[in-house]
């Protein structure tokens, strides 16, 4: 037997005295080699063990010693009792080593293992209840619950990236377990999933696209949302519970979300895109048999070259000269001249219109909760902001005005003084899909090349900028934080502004025509003097 200060390891069997039944346990003879004096042990019979004493309860009663056996070498059995004994080492408070004490006895019951003394530390460091075990799914559950001041579409954003992503991946993992490694598992098996979603409409086989329903391959920039989605959950559980010490989004490396590139609609490219569109067209015509084709689909389906497209100052008048007929002409107007974002236009109310001063303020938006209409402030203090307007704009909302009121008397009492611009026939506020629905079918039917209509603010600043407009002035009409984010996100340069740019820079260089082609003889007569002839002298 081996004495070890607050514990003691010993060897023991099963055999039993044949007189009385009883077990012999660390009494039997056979555990010592017959011969070897009291010290030497038997390498075939019995087990190791060890007994520790453990703390008191509450009232001082006396609590049963902790007694493990089995143990194969003595080596093994002293392991854990120093493994026990450090556990009980790692705080001197008596409550919070009673706390320690029926934890590791929970935990020897349900694994036959005693707990980590890491993650207790952290446990006892950070004052957790050590009984509780929280898991993953578990917590942004409880995060959810306590983001209650945040905008209802960053609500919506959280929920989906916790429901589609987080959750099925990671939500069975413990909280205090989970590892860098896991987190980027997550990741690979999103892109692995992004194969499988492009596979299946691909396929044009009905069945498998039914299985990919409304889901669509996720992007980068859509991963890093994901990802602090997830980091900003983790932070709150260090913060606030002290669940973990350690935030494994945050050291995960994705692929950059840099935005894509605008481009734009060059003949060049408007040519290509209309070869694809009719293949695209007449594949279509011949897998339908027949039958009706979705041509807006067909339309947007086919390929661009950046998801991000900007039309020229022709491809933008050509559009408003085909939207003047529409009775929402103004609305997209302001989008196309002005750079508001969807929901501003629709949120547009007749108080925040001055005809006098001639501006327009932006304070109220109309955005989708999934299909659901929200009405409500922007998001940041740069996007509540004042717009000049030009004067044909002015005239134009003055006759978007008589237009509804015209509409107003037609639908009698079933008018609704919504005290918006932008209403439906009975004075409603507009669904924004529909805004972005009826700008499409225009597209199409001016024969346009397609983009969003997000892409017609981008449009909006490259026009601005083409037009000699400060990046300053520019940054405020479209209500940004930085003329940073302005320049590097919304700007596109027009080939022809470009050209003419080249153009002006060239002409700073007044070079006279009679120069032209003199450089070469210069450089004969050059050739002609004799080394150093034109040097001063010494």
């Not at 396929?203 to 889901?215: D, L, M």
Request: glycine share 6%.
């Amino acid at each position: 037997m081996t004495n070890v200060a607050n514990g003691t390891t010993y060897k023991t069997c099963g055999c039993r005295d044949a007189a009385t039944g009883k077990q012999l346990g660390k009494k039997c003879p056979k555990l010592r080699r017959s011969g070897g004096g009291g010290e030497r042990w038997s390498s075939t019979h019995g087990t190791w063990a060890y007994q520790l004493e453990l703390p008191p309860h509450a009232d001082g009663r006396r609590r049963s010693p902790l007694r493990r056996q089995g143990f194969a070498t003595l080596e093994d059995a002293e392991a854990e009792l120093d493994h026990a004994r450090g556990l009980l080492a790692l705080d001197a408070d008596p409550h919070t080593r009673r706390k320690i004490c029926k934890l590791m006895l929970s935990v020897l019951k349900d694994t036959r293992a005693l707990p980590s003394i890491e993650e207790v530390r952290r446990k006892v460091r950070t004052h957790q209840d050590l009984d509780r075990v929280v898991t993953v799914a578990e917590w942004m559950a409880e995060f959810l619950k306590r983001k209650k001041k945040i905008d209802p579409t960053t609500r919506r954003s959280y929920e989906t990236h916790i429901r589609l992503y987080v959750v099925p991946y990671l939500g069975d993992i413990r909280l205090d377990r989970l590892r860098v490694s896991d987190v980027s598992g997550m990741f690979d098996a999103i892109e692995e999933f992004n194969d499988v979603i492009t596979s299946a409409y691909a396929s044009g086989n009905p069945q498998e696209r039914a299985k990919v329903k409304y889901r669509r391959p996720v992007g980068p920039a859509t991963m890093h949302r994901i990802r602090a989605t997830l980091r900003h959950a983790l932070n709150v559980a260090i913060k606030q519970d002290r669940l973990i010490d350690f935030n494994p989004a945050a050291v995960v490396e994705l692929p950059a979300a840099s935005q894509p590139k605008g481009l734009v609609w060059t003949e060049e490219r408007v040519a290509r895109w209309r070869a694809d569109h009719a293949a695209n067209r007449a594949a279509e015509d011949e897998r339908r048999a027949g039958r009706s084709v979705d041509v807006i689909q067909v339309y947007l389906g086919t390929a661009r070259p950046s998801p991000v497209m900007v039309w020229t100052p022709e491809q933008t008048s050509a559009f408003l000269a085909y939207a003047r007929r529409h009775r929402l002409y103004a609305l997209y107007r302001l989008i196309a001249l002005r750079g508001l974002r969807r929901g501003e236009a629709v949120g547009l109310r007749w108080p925040e219109v001055s005809f006098t001063s001639g501006t327009i303020a932006v304070n109220w938006q109309i955005t989708q909760l999934g299909w659901t209409p929200v009405q409500g402030k922007p998001k940041t203090d740069a996007s509540d902001r004042v717009i000049a307007l030009d004067a044909e704009t002015l005239e134009i909302l003055k006759e978007h005005r008589r237009r509804q009121a015209k509409e107003r008397l037609k639908a009698g009492e079933d008018w609704t003084d919504s005290g918006f611009v932008f209403t439906d026939e009975y004075g409603r506020p507009l669904h924004p899909q529909h805004v972005t629905d009826q700008f499409y079918w225009m597209c199409y039917e001016a024969d346009l090349p397609p983009l969003r209509l997000h892409d017609l603010r981008h449009g909006a600043a490259s026009l601005m900028l083409a037009a000699g407009v400060e990046l300053k002035i520019v940054q405020e009409t479209l209500g940004h934080v930085s003329s940073t984010f302005t320049r590097d996100t919304y700007t596109t340069v027009f080939p022809e502004v470009a050209k003419a740019a080249a153009e002006s820079t060239a002409a700073l260089i007044n070079v006279p025509p009679s120069a032209k082609g003199s450089g070469t003889a210069r450089r004969r007569r050059l050739a002609s003097v004799p080394s150093g002839a034109g040097e001063r002298s010494s």
